[in-house]
């Protein structure tokens, strides 16, 4: 099992007695509320207990909320002392925390933003997806924006180095005129490919139009494997591309522009970047040739759950922090993954 520290170690080792400490309370204490931590083959802080925990000079972790008796007791061994509710209405008036986490399936995600919001928390830090459906979610974002409250939505590859450097590299024209975009990724639209839309739209920008259609044969957890093809409001085009099943882990992005091409290998923190150059073999036409390759911080060496909370910390001390991935953003991506499930119909419009 992973050893990190408890809460009672971890306030002891920040020290700081003149820096406001924030009170976070959990909601859902199952993998990513708290135990994938527990699964040695992590290397990184993969949950949101974990990372108030790597940040205790800034947050007290002040109650959780679950009903999963061996989800509780888990949590009791990383977290001794901290009460744990059944209901979220009894954490929030008890406890009063400055930041709420929502860890629950994405069913529950609504219910629960709404009743903190309706109990006063401004600061709310969701799992993905936002919602099941477009319907939820918009609904949710409407009552985010009435409230004034500030959404942080764990769509974490937007906090990852290694493409956050591949959109800056895509910013500042490294390719030109943005044509295509490509992203594998395993199967599940919701569990997988939630993530691979949320690169096409990160990278690619706001789309236009969808058209897909279902692989059946893989098929896995009662959840569709799906392709798509995307059109953005730039003109280039999007593709999703389902790799296999979800054992056979692949996450990769290639992109493709009028001045060359970046390819992304998630296994290896690589970016690869070519240019081209006129070709010596075809008159009138240009190859590609490789001109770098870059390794930036992934999975293994940087976790993006402990920079989301420190965006979170730096907000709640009156920082303006950028938004990466907001409500508005976490809507877009629901109404992504709603067009692109609507497999057999139409080309979808968004």
Same mark, same amino acid.
């Not at 859902?28 to 925990?53: M, N």
């Not at 024209?173 to 839309?197: D, E, Y």
């Not at 091409?261 to 998630?266: D, G, L």
């Given at each position: 099992?992973?050893?990190?520290?408890?809460?009672?170690?971890?306030?002891?080792?920040?020290?700081?007695?003149?820096?406001?400490?924030?009170?976070?309370?959990?909601?859902?204490?199952?993998?990513?509320?708290?135990?994938?931590?527990?699964?040695?083959?992590?290397?990184?802080?993969?949950?949101?207990?974990? $990372?108030?925990?790597?940040?205790?000079?800034?947050?007290?972790? !002040?109650?959780?909320?679950?009903?999963?008796?061996?989800?509780?007791?888990?949590?009791?061994?990383?977290?001794?002392?901290?009460?744990?509710?059944?209901?979220?209405?009894?954490?929030?008036?008890?406890?009063?925390?400055?930041?709420?986490?929502?860890?629950?399936?994405? *069913?529950?995600?609504?219910?629960?933003?709404?009743?903190?919001?309706?109990?006063?928390? +401004?600061?709310?830090?969701?799992?993905?997806?936002?919602?099941?459906?477009?319907?939820? $979610?918009?609904?949710?974002?409407? !009552?985010? +924006?009435?409230?004034?409250?500030?959404?942080?939505?764990?769509?974490?590859?937007?906090?990852?180095?290694?493409?956050?450097?591949?959109?800056?590299?895509?910013?500042?024209?490294?390719?030109? +005129?943005?044509?295509?975009?490509?992203?594998?990724?395993?199967?599940?639209?919701?569990?997988?490919?939630?993530?691979?839309?949320?690169?096409?739209?990160?990278?690619?920008?706001?789309?236009?139009?969808?058209?897909?259609?279902?692989?059946?044969?893989?098929?896995?957890?009662?959840? *569709?494997?799906? *392709?798509?093809?995307?059109?953005?409001? !730039?003109?280039?085009?999007?593709?999703?591309?389902?790799?296999?099943?979800?054992?056979?882990?692949?996450?990769?992005?290639?992109?493709?522009?009028?001045?060359?091409?970046?390819?992304?290998?998630?296994?290896?923190?690589?970016?690869?970047?070519?240019?081209?150059?006129?070709?010596?073999?075809?008159?009138?036409?240009?190859?590609? !040739?490789?001109?770098?390759?870059?390794?930036?911080?992934?999975?293994?060496?940087?976790?993006?759950?402990?920079?989301?909370?420190?965006?979170?910390?730096?907000?709640?001390?009156? +920082?303006?922090?950028?938004?990466?991935?907001?409500?508005?953003?976490?809507?877009?991506?629901?109404?992504?993954?709603?067009?692109?499930?609507?497999?057999?119909?139409?080309?979808?419009?968004?």
């Amino acid at each position: 099992m992973a050893i990190f520290p408890t809460q009672s170690e971890a306030n002891f080792i920040s020290g700081n007695p003149h820096l406001r400490r924030h009170r976070a309370a959990v909601i859902g204490l199952g993998q990513v509320g708290s135990r994938f931590d527990s699964e040695p083959e992590r290397k990184q802080i993969w949950t949101h207990v974990g $990372a108030y925990l790597t940040l205790a000079e800034h947050f007290d972790i !002040s109650g959780a909320c679950d009903i999963d008796a061996a989800n509780i007791e888990a949590f009791h061994r990383r977290c001794p002392g901290v009460p744990v509710f059944e209901s979220i209405d009894e954490l929030i008036l008890k406890q009063a925390p400055d930041v709420v986490s929502i860890a629950t399936p994405p *069913a529950h995600h609504a219910t629960a933003v709404k009743t903190a919001i309706a109990l006063g928390v +401004k600061t709310i830090w969701c799992e993905k997806p936002l919602t099941g459906d477009i319907a939820s $979610a918009r609904i949710l974002a409407g !009552s985010v +924006k009435q409230a004034g409250a500030r959404l942080f939505v764990s769509y974490v590859r937007r906090w990852l180095p290694l493409w956050v450097r591949v959109l800056e590299l895509l910013s500042n024209g490294a390719i030109g +005129k943005v044509r295509s975009i490509r992203v594998s990724i395993p199967n599940r639209i919701l569990t997988m490919g939630s993530h691979a839309l949320d690169l096409l739209s990160m990278l690619g920008g706001e789309v236009g139009q969808v058209a897909s259609v279902e692989f059946k044969e893989l098929r896995e957890d009662d959840e *569709a494997a799906i *392709a798509a093809i995307l059109t953005f409001e !730039s003109g280039a085009v999007g593709i999703l591309q389902p790799t296999g099943f979800q054992r056979q882990l692949i996450v990769e992005a290639d992109i493709f522009g009028d001045d060359g091409r970046i390819r992304v290998r998630e296994d290896c923190n690589k970016i690869e970047i070519e240019s081209f150059s006129t070709s010596s073999s075809y008159k009138n036409y240009r190859q590609l !040739s490789s001109l770098r390759s870059e390794e930036h911080a992934g999975f293994d060496d940087d976790s993006p759950f402990v920079r989301i909370a420190t965006d979170i910390a730096e907000h709640l001390n009156g +920082k303006d922090v950028p938004t990466r991935c907001g409500i508005v953003e976490a809507l877009h991506i629901q109404a992504l993954i709603e067009s692109v499930s609507a497999v057999g119909e139409k080309t979808q419009s968004i």
